[in-house]
């Protein structure tokens, strides 16, 4: 399993841009072979934070994500806006267990 986890800033009043399109391409993402999820939050500590954090099944699938039309339109939209260079961060993981 892939975990990536996406930190970066607005303008506040960019935040809701960014938010839609982060939300308009979620259900596209979440379609895509191997994703296992796709969230996007705004930070509770400012107006301006957001983070994603993707799941994929393996590194292929992640890159597969990445080479779509689906994230070169996203970065189209959100680089202009963002303030500040963005931080990736990218776990390979093992799932012990799902609790429900």
Known sequence: MLIA??????AAADR?????????VRDQVRAMPGNIAFRVYA??????GITVVH???DEASFVG??????FARTGE???PIMSGAAVSRRFRA???????
């Open 5 to 10: 986890i996406l930190d970066f800033s607005t």
């Open 16 to 24: 809701p841009v960014a938010l839609g399109q982060l939300d308009g």
């Open 43 to 48: 930070s509770r500590e400012d107006e301006t």
């Open 55 to 57: 799941e994929w099944d």
């Open 65 to 70: 994500y990445l080479g779509s039309d689906s």
């Open 77 to 79: 939209v959100l680089a």
């Open 94 to 100: 093992q799932l012990l267990a799902t609790v429900v």
